[in-house]
C-alpha cells in the first residue's frame, strides 16, 4: 500500500510570510514528484514538478526533493492570500499513476 | 490551447442508475487517467490508458470500465451506482506515461448519487 503523508493542517500564515509543506511517501520507487494546488470546489492545478534531489525554484515556489529520506517539501514565499488553497503532495512512480494525500490546507492571514 | 475539458459538470442520479463521464485530453496528449475525489481526500487513481489501452487500474470494483477512443478522449462507466460513488470525477492528461511527465487535471464531474 503506496502512502503519502502530509502535514496536518489547517496551517494558518500571515501575509508576507513563509508557509512550509511537507510531505513523506513509503513508495521507494517512486521517481517524480509534483505539488498541486487545488481551490475548495475546484480540481488540482499543478503548480511545481520535481525530479532530482535538492533545491527546484519556480518564483515564490521552493520545492525540495530527498529520495533517501523519502520527503518532499513546498516553500512559499511571500504568501498571499490568494496562496489560501489545499496543497496535494504526489509522488508517481513506475506504474505512472499519481499516489496522492489528504492534503494540507493553507490560509493566508491579510 | 484548449486545456482538459469534461462532461458533464454536475450530474446527479439514482442509486442503482449508470453513468458516464467524458473527458478530452489537451491537444497532443495521448494518456487519459481517471481519479475519483471524495470530500475531505486527495484523489484517487482508478484508471489509466495510453494509446487506447488500459495501462493501470486503481483498486476500484468491477462496476468501473472505462475505455480510450482513436481521438484519445475517453469515457468513464460506472454501473449500479451507490451512494458512495458520490464524488469529483476528475480526469488527467499528459502527453506519455512516463514518470517524468507532468499531468494536468480537468474541472472535474461532481456526480451526486441519492
Known amino acids: 500500500q503506496k502512502e503519502v503523508e502530509q502535514n496536518s493542517g489547517p496551517l494558518s500564515v500571515p501575509e508576507g510570510a513563509i508557509a512550509s509543506l511537507n510531505c513523506t511517501y513509503s513508495d521507494r520507487v517512486s521517481q517524480s514528484f509534483f505539488w498541486y494546488r487545488q481551490y475548495s470546489g475546484k480540481s488540482p492545478e499543478l503548480i511545481m514538478s520535481i525530479y532530482s534531489n535538492g533545491d527546484k525554484e519556480d518564483g515564490r515556489f521552493t520545492a525540495q526533493l530527498n529520495k533517501a529520506s523519502q520527503y518532499v517539501s513546498l516553500l512559499i514565499r511571500d504568501s498571499q492570500p490568494s496562496d489560501s488553497a489545499t496543497y496535494l503532495c504526489?509522488?508517481?512512480?513506475?506504474?505512472?499513476?499519481?499516489?496522492f494525500g489528504t492534503g494540507t490546507s493553507l490560509t493566508v492571514i491579510p | 490551447d484548449a486545456g482538459v475539458t469534461q462532461s458533464p459538470t454536475h450530474l446527479i442520479k439514482t442509486r442503482g442508475q449508470h453513468v458516464t463521464l467524458r473527458c478530452s485530453p489537451i491537444?497532443?496528449?495521448?494518456?487519459v487517467s481517471w481519479y475519483q475525489q471524495v470530500l475531505g481526500q486527495g484523489p484517487q487513481f482508478i484508471f489509466q490508458?495510453?494509446?487506447?489501452?488500459?495501462?493501470g487500474r486503481g483498486n476500484f470494483p468491477d462496476r468501473f470500465s472505462a475505455r480510450q477512443f482513436p481521438n484519445y478522449s475517453s469515457e468513464l462507466n460506472v454501473n449500479a451506482l451507490l451512494l458512495g460513488d458520490s464524488a469529483l470525477y476528475l480526469c488527467a492528461s499528459s502527453w506519455r506515461t512516463v514518470p517524468n511527465t507532468e499531468a494536468f487535471f480537468g474541472q472535474g464531474t461532481r456526480l451526486t448519487v441519492v
Open positions: 490508458y495510453y494509446e487506447k489501452e488500459e495501462r
Open positions: 504526489a509522488p508517481r512512480g513506475t506504474g505512472n499513476q499519481f499516489y
Open positions: 491537444s497532443g496528449h495521448k494518456s
